[in-house]
């Protein structure tokens, strides 16, 4: 089993809708959380990032840690078409720098 | 703004061929590391260092190798390309505080 899991998607949206992506984990060492959009043909790009359980929130964009529940969220309110992009969660412990990520969700936001 | 620099975009190699790929940053981070993502599997990592001369091997290090003579600099080697090589392949860096990675754009290798 995975030590990261993702929703898999694709997820298609209309314009303005409200997006949750989520992931799993059972590493419980991993005290870094973040967020990682990608879009097509570039490398992924950071879009939020958390330390240990709790929300946060910049924008549109609200990310969400529950640490008892190894489960994080990324909400996206009020979707645009720009948005459209794959989302990577990943994942660090406090020792060490190299993070482990989700397979990514793929998402359409459609005008 | 922290660059990443992947020397190629796009890169077209043939079987046994050795194959150098190259990243570049240009904000002193300590910590660089390599990546390939494919469809289905996510990113993986192959390998990353922590200092100049210093490497770890990530999940899937089999051949690979990397080499790190300078700190702005972090290039993977494929010994005898294969085609189950064919993959993106990311390079990442990371601040001493091991908060964020930022990316290079990316490198697609095909191997035919």
């Known amino acids: 089993q995975k030590e990261v899991e993702q929703d898999p998607g694709p997820l298609s949206v209309p314009e303005g809708a409200i997006v949750s992506l989520n992931c799993t984990y059972s590493?419980?060492?991993?005290?870094?959380f973040m967020w990682y959009r990608q879009y097509s043909r570039k490398g992924p790009e950071l879009l939020m990032y958390t330390y240990s359980s709790g929300n946060k929130e910049d924008g549109r964009f609200t990310a969400q840690v529950d640490k008892s529940s190894k489960y994080i969220s990324l909400f996206i309110r009020d979707s645009q078409p720009s948005d459209s992009a794959t989302y990577l969660c990943?994942?660090?412990?406090?020792?060490?720098?190299?993070?482990?990520f989700g397979d990514g969700t793929t998402l359409t936001v459609k005008p | 703004d922290v660059k990443v620099t992947q020397s190629s975009r796009y890169l077209v190699k043939r079987t046994g061929e050795k194959v150098f790929l190259e990243c570049v940053q240009d904000?002193?981070?300590?910590?660089m590391f390599w990546y390939r993502q494919d469809p289905g599997l996510g990113l993986r990592l192959i390998y990353f260092s922590y200092d100049v001369k210093m490497k770890e091997k990530g999940d899937i290090p089999e051949g690979y190798s990397v080499s790190r003579e300078k700190k702005e600099r972090f290039s993977l080697i494929l010994e005898s390309a294969s085609t189950n090589q064919t993959s993106m392949y990311l390079c990442a860096s990371i601040t001493g505080m091991n908060t964020e990675a930022f990316f290079g754009q990316g490198t697609r290798l095909t191997v035919v």
């Open positions: 590493n419980s060492a991993f005290q870094y």
């Open positions: 990943a994942m660090r412990n406090t020792n060490a720098g190299k993070s482990t």
């Open positions: 904000m002193d981070h300590e910590n």
